[in-house]
Each structure stands twice: as C-alpha cells, then as structure tokens.
T-cell receptor
Framework: SAVISQKPSRDICQRGTSLTIQCQVDSQVTMMFWYRQQPGQSLTLIATANQGSEATYESGFVIDKFPISRPNLTFSTLTVSNMSPEDSSIYLC?????????????FGEGSRLTVL | SQQGEEDPQALSIQEGENATMNCSYKTSINNLQWYRQNSGRGLVHLILIRSNEREKHSGRLRVTLDTSKKSSSLLITASRAADTASYFCATDSSNQAGTALIFGKGTTLSVSS
C-alpha cells in the first residue's frame, strides 16, 4: 500500500495569508485527491489532481481559492489562498490504489490548519 | 455533496460488546467502503464490498450491503478500547467517470474498558 507524507502536519495562519500543503507519495500514482474535513464533520472532496492536466474541482471549490499543482506522479500541492477562519480544517491528500479493478483510497495523516 | 448518511452519529459501548453502524446512500454504486479515523489522524481503509456482494467478513468486522434499500451496516464484534474512532462509509457512483469517493457523515464510536 502507498505511503503518503503530508507537510505541514499542522499550522496556525493569519487571516488573508496563503499556505501551501505538500503531499508526497512513495510510489507513482495516477490519481490524487484532496479532501477537506471541517471540525467535527466528514470529508468533502475538493478536487482530483491528475498528472499532466488541470485539476478537476468539485462544486463549491474554485481554482483561485485552492490552486493545485501536480508536477509528477509522486507529488502534489494544494494551496489555500487568502485564508479566513472558515478555512480552518484538516486537509487530506489521498491516492487511489486499484485491487482487482476496484479503487481503494490511502490517506496521508492530514494537515490541520487553524486560521485566526 | 454527501452520499452516505451513517447512524447513529455517536455510539458508546463497553469492551467486549458488539458495535453496529449503519450507512444509507442515495445513488447507484459500484462498491461501498468503510474507513476508520482515529482522532485527528488520516483515514484507514477497513473493508470494501462490491455492489454484487451481500456480506463480507474481515477479522472482527462484518459488512452487509442491501442495494435494494441502499444501505450498509458495519458490525464490529468483541469490541476493544482500541476500536474507539470515527467510522465512515464511502461510496463511488456508478454514474461518475472518476473514482473519487463520497463520504458519509460518520459514526463516532467510544469503547470503554
């Protein structure tokens, strides 16, 4: 199974600033996903990041607010731009591994952001 | 948008008891998966059940799927304090091109010794 490292694990940020979260995978993967988990809530998919193409954003999420890079098959970044307290969440990177044609997600430990 | 709805939202039991969590979903699926999240950590995949399966076992875990009712249940037998975590069901839509999962709201399980 893939091992996923996320940095930073946590950060406290000031309103109006931006923060970039890094996700490193120990193997080459086609699809990477970024999720947000607001306090006490479930996971919400932000976008799907495929190498060599623009990220695909879910309804309610836009590239200007959450720009994503995917320069190669083992790395991706998510930037949370112009942060407000409502952006305080855990941001999780995940990758898909297919067993017998069915996708299973592996997750990083998450990046817990607190915006003051 | 969220696909799955788990109930109960919270469950407290004693060690050794069984814990049952339920998940309902709205649209057709290819498969349904259950994940566990320890407090503030990443998610760990527990078990996957395909749409053409009705029951699956993995250790102390038993998952059922009823596609006619669009529901699934996760049973943890002989629970342990280490099972304390949040449990989420996740589905993919058979109508979507991608394979991103949609997660339910989760059940928070507390097992006391």
């Amino acid at each position: 199974s893939a091992v996923i490292s996320q940095k930073p694990s946590r950060d406290i940020c000031q309103r109006g600033t931006s923060l970039t979260i890094q996700c490193q995978v120990d193997s080459q993967v086609t699809m990477m996903f970024w999720y947000r988990q607001q306090p006490g809530q479930s996971l919400t998919l932000i976008a799907t990041a495929n190498q060599g193409s623009e990220a695909t954003y879910e309804s309610g999420f836009v590239i200007d607010k959450f720009p994503i890079s995917r320069p190669n098959l083992t790395f991706s970044t998510l930037t949370v731009s112009n942060m407000s307290p409502e952006d305080s969440s855990i941001y999780l990177c995940s990758v898909e591994e297919k067993g017998q044609g069915v996708g299973e997600l592996f997750f990083g430990e998450g990046s817990r952001l607190t915006v003051l | 948008s969220q696909q799955g709805e788990e109930d109960p939202q919270a469950l407290s039991i004693q060690e050794g008891e069984n814990a049952t969590m339920n998940c309902s979903y709205k649209t057709s699926i290819n498969n349904l998966q259950w994940y566990r999240q320890n407090s503030g950590r990443g998610l760990v995949h527990l078990i996957l059940i395909r749409s053409n399966e009705r029951e699956k076992h993995s250790g102390r875990l038993r998952v059922t799927l009823d596609t006619s009712k669009k529901s699934s249940s996760l049973l943890i037998t002989a629970s342990r304090a280490a099972d304390t975590a949040s449990y989420f069901c996740a589905t993919d839509s058979s109508n979507q091109a991608g394979t991103a999962l949609i997660f339910g709201k989760g059940t928070t399980l507390s097992v006391s010794s």
